[in-house]
């Protein structure tokens, strides 16, 4: 395997998204996934029923120990759930690993919409985190949040986009999927300009862990030594095939097909 990458996030008990999703995605694209859980959740694809943090020294630990050892070619950050946790890792961060590429995906609410970032924790996350990371990667909802915008246009984005990049992400890639049309938009924003990604919308429900995986995909490719926009553009192609690829599981948004690979698209 090429590329060490440290996932600090939460758990999917059903693996559809966080660490479960991480973890498939990383290994899938060719890299070797280490982990520092943040928080378990009761999560089916209906919903967060439940959600247990681990104590914040234990995450730091976690961290510490696969840094030192094991090291990383990359990190991404999903799940962080509350202040205490934010600040702890971005210090780590700090520490440990202050040259090593850095995904972090504002993980806010999951797709049932319920809450997984309480409020409390968005300050930190745009003061501690979001000025370490290579890339952010929000969603609509979430780059609202981050910018106090409301989003439904171009132009909207565009200045959304710039407010992220104003944050201190070096790159910040604004996901397009929760706005309405036929083609989903995904925007680029960084030192080189504005880059757009486009891909046909597909009508199903089957998308739970969609942001986790995309984030941990891009996060490998830099690991594996892409620039940016390639690991982008290599990782949405993995994440659209995995919803074609959809298995149809559970009542509500079912999960991906992670297991697919580089060779099948």
Do not use: W
């Amino acid at each position: 395997m090429k590329g060490r990458v440290l996932i600090v996030a939460g758990s999917d008990s059903g693996g559809g998204a966080g660490i479960q999703a991480d973890i498939k995605s990383v290994t899938a694209l060719g890299g070797y996934a280490a982990t520092a859980i943040t928080a378990l959740t009761a999560q089916d694809t209906r919903g967060v029923h439940g959600v247990h943090e681990v104590p914040v020294a234990f995450v730091v630990q976690q961290m510490e120990v696969v840094l030192a050892d094991l090291g990383a070619d990359a990190i991404k950050t999903g799940m962080l759930h509350a202040p205490a946790i934010v600040e702890a890792v971005a210090g780590v961060l700090r520490r440990r690993a202050a040259h090593v590429p850095l995904v972090v995906d504002p993980v806010m609410t999951a797709k049932s919409g319920d809450a997984l970032l309480v409020p409390a924790a968005e300050d930190a996350l745009r003061r501690t985190l979001i000025p370490l990371a290579t890339l952010i990667t929000p969603n609509t909802p979430e780059a609202e949040r981050l910018t106090g915008l409301r989003i439904g246009n171009d132009a909207d984005v565009a200045e959304a986009g710039r407010r992220c990049l104003a944050l201190g992400a070096r790159y910040a890639l604004l996901k397009g999927g929760h706005l309405s049309g036929l083609t989903v938009r995904d925007v680029l924003f960084g030192p080189n300009g504005v880059q757009a990604f486009e891909s046909p919308r597909i009508d199903t429900k089957h998308t739970h862990g969609t942001g986790c995986t995309l984030a941990s995909a891009i996060a490998t490719g830099l690991a594996q030594g892409l620039d940016v926009p390639a690991a982008v553009a290599r990782a949405r192609r993995y994440v659209l095939e995995a919803i074609r690829r959809a298995p149809g599981y559970g009542a509500g948004h079912g999960p991906l097909d992670h297991g697919h690979t580089v060779g099948d698209f």
